[in-house]
């Protein structure tokens, strides 16, 4: 990563507002010292922090406030009444070049809204997606969208196809990254017309991923692709729903090796493989919803996450911002609009399907 | 369970056929001896494993039949071409009350498409749906509809809500079962209008649950409700992500404990504590789809399974056939359908929005 890159961050987002923020920040500027920030919030919470983060405090510039959103505020809401909160601020800062990306724990709906109106969808894409990583057997997978359109028709699902594929090779490095749609069987013949439809256009246009086919929940995890495509709703259930069965397992497992003097040794012993185990499923090292099609980066850090949980939002947010992430979505998208075929081939489907 | 219960099994359903659900009736026999076998399939694939298996074949009468469903046929194919399948003899066999309930581990699609066509709905139900048993940190959860309808209305959810409760409170002996919708967040205002309007009609009616709103993804391992309601694209992919980590998680836990004679001395002492958490996840114990809804009683089990799994569920047939589930469902549904404020509510919501 060469160059400085600035950071707005939303001092007052997530439950742990600044006690998360102000150290997440300090950790990610030991990794990558070429981060500056820009912090918004309530800067007699915030200096204190700041005092034991020296580091922090010589890379920031912080800019006060003593409005911030409530989690349970509604996004509309938000939008009237948070003109001056720190994640309003936050994101202005992206939109007049003085930060190169943001980042915030606050209310995800509310950020989405101020986010769009602020940033504005990039040239071609209706409706930004949240993307995150995904551990797998594989390498990790970005699967989107997690929940920012509980509805999606097939552009806006052959649109997230081309968001997770520019992301995966810009910010991954996967070459041809490949791409699976979500649903509930890989037979052709499966799902709802919306998925299929996005099928077809998938597998006939040029786009920088390539097209493999349905994939199925078990598929995840497996890593079978580099990208899963999904409505909101369902990304939003099948990524919950891993994380619950994941804190199972762990759970399970701590309460199983507890329960007799021979297991307990034998953690003991095995202590050092059950801590690698437990670091490469940590959902803090997964942690940030990357809101995909913005013409400008916006990363959501989960609202109870700690300083490492934020900071790999932070590390997030400033790859995408250093790989110019929106400049290459931009031209791809403007790439595939471009072929013709796919909107023929969808009226054309239309058509067929009306007669 | 008192009397006799006789169950039909398609023998030449699922991956192994009759290798799988010959052992697997012998393992079920051995645990309840009241049950009888009609076992339908190819008789000359059938007779050297009844050899093997002594006790099944005193409990068992064979019909032949050279045909069967493959795992690619499409439904409304199955119909038309699959009369003397084993599949549809099976479901015959109930029709006809021959037998109490029919177990096939064959394509799902065209199982159920013939359970509707040959059983029929119960009244005042709109669509079956397909239900399975969960493990949580809790009791088991019963989530349905798990692929059967990948698009699902307010009364549609409101019908799958009283099918989980019953079964629930009938089978699983819960007095009253607590129902959550799955859902993208726990406040009222989410998801999509579908899904709110259900949660409205829940909360007013009379059912055998209790309504106590929404839940998320993660909520379905940790317990929180007993029935867990949803529509069969969402249900379907949430279960099989949930299968898909709990097989990654497994499969790097063996990895992890490999990788140091220390760790694998660890995991040798804690054998026992592991095994037991193995057996507390695996998914042979939760295997059985039941066909939930319809005028008959219908397990599906999962393709890949072995004897363990087909005696699973076996077993789960053996208990709707044996609870009575039809008749408690259809007497609660009469019941439901009584209460004219649900139907009034609805249309008085739909009169609101509409203005």
Redesign the interface.
Known sequence: MSGVLTIALDAMGGDKGPDAVIPGAALALSENPSLRFMIFGDEQKIRPLLDKFPAVEQASTIIHTDHFITA?E?PAAALRNGRNSSMRLAINAVAEKQADCVVSGGNTGALMAMAKMVLKCLPGIERPAIASLL???GRETVMLDL?AN??CDSEMLVQFAILGSVYSRAVRGHEQPTVGL?N?GS?D?K??DEIKMAATILSQIKFPGKYVGFV???????GKVDVVV?D???G??????????????G???KK??K??P??M??????????M??KN??DPRYYNGGMFLGLNGVCVKSHGGMDEVGFANAIKYAAQLAARNFNVRVAAEIAEVMTQEEQLNLKSAMLQEKAS
Chains 1, 2 share one sequence.
Not at 266 to 271: D, N, P, S, T
Request: no cysteine; hydrophobic share 45%; proline share 3%.
């Open positions: 349970d509604k551990p797998t057997m929940g509980l509805e979500l509930i037979e013949m799902g709802h199925e929940g078990n598929d995840i995890p497996m999904t909101g709703f369902t939003n259930v099948a990524l919950k729903t891993a994380e619950g069965v994941s804190k199972l397992i759970d399970m497992l199983s090796l329960k007799s021979l297991a040794l034998g953690a003991f012993l095995a202590k050092g493989a059950l690698s185990l490469e499923m």
